[in-house]
């Protein structure tokens, strides 16, 4: 059993920045995939960003590309999602993601991932 807990959310003005954190607890050496992922409010959750923990190889959705960075600190079991250039449209609540099967390709998709936090909301507005 793999426990997810984020942190780092919060209020930013549009062209603000953000961290957020995501430690695991438990059986972290079996994930194969971490991810992030935001829920609007009326919309579905959406992949934004994804890694392969072993390779390192990431995938991000078109609308947060070079803006979003995500990156693991395996010393720390802690995966962050940098997030630069905020607008208005990315506020959601952000949920970290935890995946055991190898995907080939970091994948964006819900199915995919297995274990999830309990999200962090991230509000843009001027």
């Known amino acids: 059993q793999v426990a997810l807990v984020e942190s780092g959310g919060g209020s930013v003005q549009p062209g603000g920045s953000l961290r957020l954190s995501c430690v695991g607890y438990?059986?972290?050496?079996?994930?194969?995939?971490v991810g992030w992922f935001q829920q609007a409010p009326g919309k579905e959750r959406e992949g934004v960003a994804t890694?392969?923990?072993?390779?390192?190889?990431?995938n991000y959705a078109d609308s947060v590309k070079g803006r979003f960075t995500i990156s693991q600190d395996k010393a720390k079991s802690t995966v962050y999602l940098q997030m630069n250039s905020l607008k208005p449209e990315d506020t959601a609540m952000y949920y970290c993601?935890?995946?055991?099967?190898?995907?080939?390709?970091?994948?964006?998709?819900?199915?995919?991932?297995?274990?999830w936090g309990q999200g962090t909301q991230v509000t843009v507005s001027a």
């Open positions: 993601a935890a995946g055991f099967r190898y995907t080939g390709v970091p994948s964006l998709r819900k199915a995919d991932f297995a274990n």
């Open positions: 890694m392969i923990t072993g390779s390192g190889r990431t």
């Open positions: 438990g059986y972290i050496d079996n994930i194969m995939n």
